[in-house]
């Protein structure tokens, strides 16, 4: 008796588990089929870094996205400020599998470089956001399990599935009532320690189906530095094409 | 020569400026951006030459200036250079680029004076050939002169393909009386030797193909003309000058990323009535990234050159090793350290160098630079007259 319920338990709790991979899997699905079609993109954003002291550095660069359906994005991004490295600009191209291709231009000695897309936990640019937070978000790159629906908010666990991430968890508040974007992310260190939180506001509606934060901020639990991404504006009616994220296009950027 | 050019190109860029304003129609933009640089260089040793200056103060102005129009797909590109320096010869202007860029899809013309970069090594930049070395700028042979260009590059689903026309020779720039890097004697930059009867301008020809599958960036490339490396000749009448021979070369750049490793190798086969040879320089570069959460990348680096060459080439690099390591601590300051050493795995020689930068608030950087010349063997025919050259430098530079 005691060997039957103990299977009946663990089958339940295996289909449980199974229905909860099941479920986050299908929400994260949902998001990127609501964001299908865009094509392309640009954006022009300010960065604002804060340290644990309220010291404020800032960031200006723009961000050209084309969309792909058979393999990960293309993107193309150009620092303006600060002034000193204005002109640097990477070009990369995710993959759904494997590692992303991405190239780095350096002005002033008109340098294409191929680097290593390794450093997935590292910082870009000396800001709260690692490079893994910033780079085209495919279902593929996580394993999902469904944790609670609160009331508009669907929260899901995402496991990273490169071993080379910073966390062993993602904690993402998806909001169903529209079209599943995202409202919060809480990332968990190696040690599964609450690390950071981002939160998204000031939505806006483009095209009547794509939803855009202009307002990313990211706070550090245990550095206590902070950074802000101001989305200053976004274009949809670019028509990027593949031309547009090529290595000659990097170097006139 | 060189007035004639940038009088023609300031000719085409007024009156480009002009179409533009008759057109009306169209959205034009355009930036100008302001460098300003103070470089303090010290000589911790003696000079080995008469007349050689120990301290260098000077100052370099970069402006650069963009202009676009018809949705950014033309545009005027200028970036000036200007130093003034104790040393008369290293005070100089130049044209760094000066170009009309016209984009079309999937090709580009490139017209003017403009500069290109090809390679992949760190310690050694022997396939990089298009432009002149502007040797008095810096000892690491990455500051360019403008050349004058009729570039076309083409992508394609079979890679890029450049071409490029070359119409006018550029001098290497050489150190005058003062100057340190020099020779015993002063070779004067503008006594120059050509094989060619067309002199500086003899019209020159190169090409390139690159492409990049999967972890592999393949380039190879081909170059016809005047080189841009001269040969140090002694002539009975004119004492010591630099000669420079009518070449063809092919060059092969490639690099394997594969997660932190970068395998990278550059090579080159040289021919000219004077000399044939083979060089390359092979290499790798691991990167440890973001060690213990603290943001630090450490990158290791290193690199062996070979040139086949041995006696009187402006060539330091023979049999060498390179070790070296960059550090980039991805803080706010984007503060980075490259540390390296040359070893000569026959002589003695060694070359220890370091280079560091941060800025301050969000328009000042500072910069400081260092170069050991240490145990330089005797029978080092180039390296031997710069061995009391070690130097350490500290350069502020205010961004507008």
Redesign the interface.
Known sequence: MKKVLLTVVLSLMIYTVAQAQDRGLEIAKAAENADLGFKSSVSTLKMV?K?RNGQV??RALEVSTLELVEDGDKSLIIFN??????GTSTLTYTHKQG?D?QWLYLPS????????S??K???F??SEFAYEDLSSQEVEKYTYKFLKADNHLLVVEQYPVDPKS?YTKRVVSYNKDAEYRIEKIEFY??KNALLKTLTYSGYNLYKGKYWRASRLNMVNHQSHKETLLYFLNYDFDVHL?D?HF???ALK?S | MQFGLIVILIVAFLSLGHAQEREGTNRSSHTL?L?IEMENRFFMEAPSFNGQNRYFPSVALRPTYTLEWEANDN?LNIEGFARVDVDEERTHFDFREFYY?K?S??W?LSIGLK???W??TESNHLVDIINQTDAIESFDG?E?LGQPMLQF?I?TKQG?FDFFYLPYHRKRTLPGEKGRFRFPVIINTNNVGYESAAKAWHQDVAMRY?N?FN?F?LGLSYFYGTGREPVIQFNSEAGIMAFYPIIHQVGLDL?I?N????WKLESIYRSSTLQKFIAFTAGLEY?I??IN?S?I?IGLIGEYSFDERDALTLSALQNDVFLGSRIAF?????TSILLGVICDLEKSSKIIGVEASR?IG??I?LELEGRIFSSIAVNENFLSNFKNDSFIGLTI?K??
């Open positions: 870094l340290n550095s800032e400020s600060p002034k000193d490295v204005k590692a291709d000695i008109k340098r294409v470089k191929r680097i290593s390794n450093n936990s590292g910082p640019v000396g910073g260190d190696r094409t031309d090529t290595q000659n006139r | 951006d460098e545009s860029l984009v899809r999937n580009e500069k290109i970069f390679g992949v990455e360019k590059s992508n890029t690159s990049s972890s960036d690099q990323t997660n932190a490793f970068l990167t990234s973001n959460s943001g990348d991805n803080d706010v300051q984007d800025r969000s328009t950087k530079l961004y507008f």
